[in-house]
């Protein structure tokens, strides 16, 4: 499904989502990703830090690389604070500067900006996910790992990640089921690390809804998450991997 407004590339061997997104992305593929240093940002981020763990002090602003992210990013604020539907095409030419026309010549429509947006941050989180289960077969380990890298991302691109758990639902037709799929396939990678820790005899057997708490206390961190605040994205993490490894772990 690609279009003009695309913004990222994703490694050869890991194409763009399409209308068969929720097959698995092969294990190499997924390592080579987890092997990057970078989280994914808006136009205004540079990664520059090295190394997964890297923290978000190595993270600098710089300047919209082209009018397409610029463009994306304006939205998604928007989207963000007033909800995607309550944001009309007028308004997002006003906002961007940018007439109609000029507008037209970057995205086909608003709904495929939207699509553009969540798949940028959602589809980048899967990649990461699938990586984790290779590389790391400690699944105590791997839930801190796949929280670090969740909260960063959520951290850095709050407007971008508030629209992916809010305003997905918008989405259509293929569109709307790209994105489910991957959701559930990085729920999938969640659910796969617990059962690791089971078949290891580490955890106990949780049902379902347990796991879908769990990640809704990651993914509704978008509504009280502040930059300035108390904690830090990695504190937060650490803090919420603490929290679920006290559910999951069987008591000795």
């Known amino acids: 499904m690609a279009t003009r ?5 994703a490694p050869k061997s890991q194409p763009r989502a399409k209308a068969d997104a929720s097959k698995p992305k ?3 593929s ?5 092997d990057s240093s970078d989280v994914p940002t808006g136009p205004y981020i540079d990664g520059t830090a090295s190394g997964e763990d890297a923290g978000v002090a190595g993270l600098s602003a ?24 309550g944001i009309g095409v007028a308004e997002l030419c006003e906002a961007v500067g940018l007439g109609r026309g000029a507008l037209y010549y970057h995205i086909n429509s608003k709904e495929e900006l939207l699509f553009n947006i969540v798949v940028r941050y959602i589809e980048d989180l899967v990649i990461f996910g699938q990586g984790a289960l290779v590389r790391e077969t400690d699944p105590r380990q791997r839930i801190r790992r796949l929280s670090r890298y ?4 959520i951290a850095q691109n709050l407007p971008e990640m508030t629209v992916c758990f809010r ?17 559930q396939q990085y729920q999938d990678v969640w659910l796969r690390t617990f059962k690791d820790g089971e078949s290891q005899g580490l955890f106990k057997t949780l049902p379902a809804v347990a796991i879908k ?11 009280w998450f502040k930059s300035n605040g108390r904690h830090s994205p990695d504190e937060v993490a ?10 999951v772990e069987k008591k000795t």
Do not use: C, W
């Open 5 to 9: 407004t695309t913004t990222r590339k």
């Open 26 to 28: 092969t294990s190499e």
């Open 30 to 34: 997924s390592q080579d990703r987890n």
């Open 62 to 85: 710089a300047p919209a690389t082209n009018q397409g992210e610029r463009i994306q990013h304006i939205a998604a604020k928007l989207f963000a604070d007033r909800g995607y539907r």
């Open 150 to 153: 969740l909260m960063r991302v």
């Open 167 to 183: 305003e997905a639902d918008a989405l259509t037709g293929q569109r709307h089921k790209v994105v489910s799929d991957l959701h």
């Open 213 to 223: 708490g769990i990640l809704g206390m990651y993914f509704y961190s978008f509504l």
């Open 238 to 247: 650490e803090i919420f991997a603490d929290m679920v490894l006290a559910i």
